[in-house]
């Protein structure tokens, strides 16, 4: 049985993702804010193996008692493989940092960043004296890389997502049976989020133009054409440790 820790379940991506993985050898622990039926009927009715699990990645108390709760679920000895993916993701606040909130602030990299860190180290603890196939894929973003006016806060999570990628890589060069992690951009997606940059004021964000262009164009690629490169990625291991890659780049 291989075993799916995903986060961000609820929409987009995450949805995306889990629906690919549902099947009779694959066991799915969907962390996300609500369940999602769609998701649990698609299992029940293709003997689908899933589970959901309520909670805010904003309350990162309850993160590592959760996943501790997840490896009690998994059969380390007859598993075939364990994966995280990390790809639950905030863009709020959308504005000058000036006109940010504190808590806003707070809660952005809470979810965005705190939370990937944790999962990644409870993940970790969780596997270290399993010998089979584990991974971790870290949601990214191009926004980790390049500075946009009115994401200061989202730019600064995903870069740190990816400097704490490769940090994590080098340190599992060093274990007696690695992790092996990588931090993924999926680029321009057809989701609630784009529609939420969509939204946005021009005031506080300057490329809104363009954006909405991406949709007009037909440029924005769909959440299950990524979903699959994830799972590629996922069940072929075809990635260097702590990389940091751009799934155009696979296309």
Wanted: a positive charge; charged letters at 30%; proline letters at 2%.
């Amino acid at each position: 049985m291989k075993n799916f820790i995903i986060t961000g379940t609820s929409r987009g991506l995450g949805k995306a993702l889990v629906k690919t993985l549902i099947d009779k050898n694959h066991r799915v622990f969907c962390i996300s804010r609500k369940k999602d039926p769609e998701l649990m009927d698609l299992a029940k009715n293709n003997s689908g193996n899933l589970e959901f699990f309520e909670l805010d990645l904003g309350d990162s108390k309850k993160i590592r008692g959760l996943m501790e709760e997840i490896f009690q679920r998994i059969d380390l000895k007859t598993a075939e493989g364990i994966y995280l993916v990390n790809n639950a993701g905030v863009l709020a606040p959308v504005k000058r940092l000036e006109d940010c909130e504190d808590q806003e602030i707070l809660t952005n990299l809470q979810v965005n960043l705190a939370a990937p860190l944790i999962l990644t180290s409870a993940f970790i603890n969780g596997t270290i004296d399993f010998k089979g196939d584990k991974k971790v894929i870290n949601i990214s973003s191009g926004a980790g890389r390049k500075p946009h006016y009115g994401w200061s806060n989202y730019c600064a999570a995903k870069a740190g997502v990816n400097l704490f990628t490769r940090s994590v890589g080098l340190e599992q060069e060093k274990s007696a049976y690695p992790v092996k992690i990588l931090s993924l951009a999926p680029a321009i997606m057809d989701t609630k989020m784009q529609e939420e940059i969509r939204s946005s004021n021009k005031k506080d964000f300057q490329e809104l133009e363009k954006f909405k262009n991406y949709k007009k164009e037909g440029k924005l690629l769909s959440s299950e054409v990524v979903a699959e490169k994830v799972k590629d990625l996922l069940l072929s291991g075809n990635f260097e440790q702590g990389e940091l890659l751009d799934v155009r780049e696979l296309l």
